[in-house]
């Protein structure tokens, strides 16, 4: 009888602990690396897509991705992006509408951006290369972590190879499934083995860098089994694309990411333990430059490149006002992002930076 009644008490603990998740607010956080303002405001570049040195194929590109103006372009490469975010969202970072969003850390590159948009402020006298070095920072997913509320209900996945140091995983204790790691699942699903196995046999293009589609069903895998309450997803290729010179890639790459989005905000608005309770916080690390010349400074990015400082934000879900595209002349930062999902998930975060006005 004594047995019966502590099983019966453990599933009451159980059951009241699922209530309880299934009612708190929960956040995705997800980035873009090194994706331009540029093509998310108005689509594909014609600086670049008629541009040989950059595009193999230059008339199907074209019939992918070209229109004539900027608002049919850009719905070309982000259908979802420039339909349902639009609609029931918030889009900061037009530049052409002198609405603006910048970094605050002067590095211009991805540690130092990813550690900006997690912890809310610039760390430029330590946080200064790409090396593996553990963040000294406590990023929003820690704070997250190390607390009653949320404690192994936080977790990552990154096409970097660099995450694990960046979110400090040894000190955090936040899973993270990034680079050419394999499922972190105690108990697998038969989906997440094959994902091991063809990873493994896939060629690899970049080093330290997997192909999105691994990072995504990773994560998808993590939603359907694991139920995080924060969960955060870096897809790399955007940047490696662009890095690489294949202008062509690159935005078949992020007109990828776009359907990946849609694919995960499909999935939450109708699970039951994430519906109506979701927010989905989106940015990118740093922009690129804009030349084509001798330089071709659109491949890279850091302090000496004019504008790839320049970042942009959405945000989409249960706490977000439906603003829309803002045209407003204003100057945001992305030091504002982590108090922002603070601010959703009622954590206090060590940053002076405010919340962005996107919230309900």
């Known amino acids: 009888m004594k047995t019966s009644l502590k099983i019966i008490f453990l599933a009451l603990i159980l059951f009241t602990q699922f209530c309880r998740g299934q009612q708190e607010d929960k956040v995705i956080i997800i980035t873009l690396d090194g994706l331009r303002w540029q093509e998310l405001f108005g689509g594909a570049d014609s600086l670049f897509i008629n541009n040989e040195a950059f595009v193999d194929h230059i008339g199907g590109l074209n019939n992918l991705f070209w229109a004539e103006t900027a608002q049919e372009r850009r719905k070309l490469l982000f259908p979802f992006f420039w339909s349902h975010v639009e609609e029931k969202g918030v889009i900061l970072g037009n530049r052409w509408e002198n609405n603006k969003v910048n970094l605050t850390n002067t590095m211009v590159f991805s540690y130092p951006g990813y550690n900006e948009i997690l912890t809310g402020k610039a760390d430029d006298a330590r946080i200064n290369s790409n090396k593996k070095n553990y963040n000294p920072n406590k990023t929003i997913l820690e704070i997250a972590n190390n607390s ?192 922002t999902i603070a601010k959703i998930l009622e954590l206090d975060l060590n940053s002076e930076a405010k919340e962005l006005p996107i919230l309900k």
């Open 148 to 339: 009653r509320r949320f404690k192994q209900k936080v977790m990552a996945f990154g096409s970097w190879d660099v995450f694990p140091f960046i979110l400090n995983e040894k000190r955090s204790g936040i899973p993270v499934n990034a680079g050419y790691r394999s499922s972190l699942s105690k108990h697998p699903s038969e989906k997440a083995l094959f994902l091991d196995k063809i990873q493994q046999e896939t060629p690899k293009r970049w080093g330290g860098v997997r192909f999105d589609v691994f990072t995504h069903n990773y994560a998808m895998e993590a939603l359907r089994h694991d139920k995080p309450k924060l969960l955060y997803i870096a897809y790399g290729e955007t940047d490696d694309f662009a890095h690489d010179g294949r202008y062509d890639d690159y935005l078949k790459s992020a007109n990828r990411t776009d359907k990946m989005i849609q694919e995960i905000w499909e999935y939450v608005d109708i699970d039951p333990y994430y519906k109506d309770k979701t927010s989905i916080l989106i940015t990118t690390d740093h922009g690129r430059g804009t030349g084509t010349g001798k330089n071709d400074t659109w491949r890279g990015h850091g302090e000496e490149i004019i504008g790839a400082n320049q970042t942009w934000i959405i945000a989409f879900g249960s706490k977000i006002k439906a603003r829309g595209e803002l045209k407003s002349k204003e100057q945001y930062f992305t030091s504002q992002f982590a108090p």
